[in-house]
């Protein structure tokens, strides 16, 4: 809790999108530092949590980047929180929301792009997934993110009541299985390996380590049962398998109602 105005202000219900700062074109005065916009601090800011992560990222370290002042960062955006905001709704302009579709059956094939689209976010941009958590996510980005969403939800068929759980159900699997899988890749990014010699050597490792553990003797079939597949095809194959899963559950709850 921080003192503002001469109240209470709680930081965690603050946004760059609620504060009107995100309309005002970045600038607060006629003689901002030349050479530098919003739209280039963001790409910069995106650049550099790509390259290096969130934990390291500062906005010194974005000042060297953009071979300026620091100060000169903050002509543009009030606080750091403010141009991570910014960054995390440029990236969900990635994704590719599908057209809404009149046929109610369409939404099968919408729900597994939305989910497609989610994943593939996650996986490219490792330091989305903790901030997603972090900020309320209401940038016109992410807006029409959930805007597609509910729209393909509500041609479910599933009663009102239900459809939150709907969305959450897959949505938040998408969001466990995308951020553990850009988790791996960026692991074996930072070991300098390939995704299948990570999993060799960690498979290796574990059977020597663990070879009497119960565990092991439960896992072998369902480690057989991935074949010669690569590490890539494991991670789409159990993705779509759980996916489908979903819906099954989804047009078997719309059954019963």
Same mark, same amino acid.
């Given at each position: 809790?921080?003192?503002?105005?001469?109240?209470?202000?709680?930081?965690?219900?603050?946004?760059?999108?609620?504060?009107?700062?995100?309309?005002?074109?970045?600038?607060?005065?006629?003689?901002?530092?030349?050479?530098?916009?919003?739209?280039?601090? @963001?790409?910069? @800011?995106?650049?550099?949590?790509?390259?290096?992560?969130?934990?390291?990222?500062?906005?010194?370290?974005?000042?060297?980047?953009?071979?300026?002042?620091?100060?000169?960062? /903050?002509?543009?955006?009030?606080?750091?929180?403010?141009?991570?905001?910014?960054?995390?709704?440029?990236?969900?302009?990635?994704? #590719?929301?599908?057209?809404?579709?009149?046929?109610?059956?369409?939404?099968?094939?919408?729900?597994?792009?939305?989910?497609?689209?989610? #994943?593939?976010?996650?996986? #490219?941009?490792?330091?989305?997934?903790?901030?997603?958590?972090? /900020?309320?996510?209401?940038?016109?980005?992410?807006?029409?993110?959930?805007?597609?969403?509910?729209?393909?939800?509500?041609?479910?068929?599933?009663?009102? /009541?239900?459809?939150?759980?709907?969305?959450?159900?897959?949505?938040?699997?998408?969001?466990?299985?995308?951020?553990?899988?850009?988790? /791996?890749?960026?692991?074996?990014?930072?070991?300098?390996?390939?995704?299948?010699?990570?999993?060799?050597?960690?498979?290796?490792?574990?059977?020597?380590?663990?070879?009497?553990?119960?565990?092991?003797?439960?896992?072998?079939?369902?480690? #057989?049962?991935?074949?010669?597949?690569?590490?890539?095809?494991?991670?789409?194959?159990?993705?779509?398998?759980?996916?489908?899963?979903?819906?099954?559950?989804?047009?078997?709850?719309?059954?019963?109602?």
């Amino acid at each position: 809790m921080v003192k503002a105005a001469g109240r209470t202000k709680n930081t965690a219900r603050t946004s760059v999108w609620l504060q009107g700062k995100a309309s005002r074109g970045g600038t607060r005065k006629g003689d901002q530092p030349s050479g530098l916009d919003r739209e280039r601090i @963001t790409g910069a @800011t995106v650049r550099l949590l790509d390259a290096e992560g969130l934990a390291k990222f500062s906005m010194r370290r974005l000042a060297t980047e953009l071979n300026v002042t620091a100060m000169s960062v /903050y002509w543009y955006v009030d606080t750091k929180d403010d141009l991570l905001e910014l960054a995390l709704d440029t990236v969900c302009g990635e994704m #590719r929301i599908p057209e809404p579709q009149s046929d109610p059956d369409a939404w099968r094939d919408q729900l597994r792009a939305l989910a497609e689209e989610y #994943r593939g976010l996650l996986i #490219r941009h490792a330091w989305v997934s903790p901030l997603v958590g972090r /900020y309320l996510n209401i940038g016109p980005n992410w807006l029409a993110f959930a805007v597609a969403i509910q729209h393909t939800v509500r041609n479910t068929g599933l009663p009102a /009541y239900a459809q939150n759980g709907a969305i959450s159900a897959v949505f938040q699997f998408v969001y466990g299985f995308g951020t553990i899988e850009g988790h /791996y890749i960026a692991r074996c990014a930072e070991a300098g390996v390939s995704q299948d010699e990570y999993y060799r050597e960690a498979i290796g490792t574990v059977h020597h380590e663990l070879a009497a553990h119960e565990v092991l003797e439960s896992a072998d079939e369902l480690i #057989r049962a991935r074949g010669e597949d690569t590490v890539e095809e494991m991670w789409h194959r159990d993705f779509t398998i759980a996916l489908d899963l979903m819906i099954a559950g989804i047009e078997a709850l719309v059954s019963r109602e």
